[in-house]
């Protein structure tokens, strides 16, 4: 079982930084592509970003050139560095995990996801 803990959300004026962090924890065997989604209210959860293992990346191109996601595989965590934020940014920012392992049947992939954080950009 995989863990992903989200921390770094909160209130921020538009135009303004933040940095979340999301730590994958438990029986580890490798973490493959981790991404970062966001759900607004009364609106449905979209992708905002992904990363490889190998840290090729991918944006929705509503954050592209404001957003930069990266890892560190060390510590089995990913990032989302949000610059020049705007109050249309404001959401639930959730963690998402590919796992691979190895189970009786062969190798196997779950998903794990974590249990959120708020992000919140005034005007």
């Known amino acids: 079982q995989v863990q992903l803990v989200e921390s770094g959300g909160g209130l921020v004026q538009a135009g303004g930084s933040l940095r979340l962090s999301c730590a994958a924890s438990?029986?580890?065997?490798?973490?493959?592509?981790m991404y970062w989604y966001r759900q607004a209210p009364g609106k449905e959860r979209e992708l905002v970003a992904t990363i490889s293992s190998g840290g090729t990346t991918n944006y929705a191109d509503f954050v592209k050139g404001r957003f930069t996601i990266f890892r560190d595989n060390a510590k089995n965590t990913v990032y989302l560095q949000m610059n020049s934020l705007k109050p249309e940014d404001t959401a639930v920012y959730y963690c998402?995990?590919?796992?691979?392992?190895?189970?009786?049947?062969?190798?196997?992939?779950?998903?794990?996801w974590g249990q959120g954080t708020q992000v919140t950009v005034s005007s």
């Open positions: 998402n995990a590919d796992h691979r392992l190895l189970k009786i049947t062969g190798w196997g992939t779950e998903n794990y």
């Open positions: 438990g029986r580890i065997f490798s973490i493959n592509n």
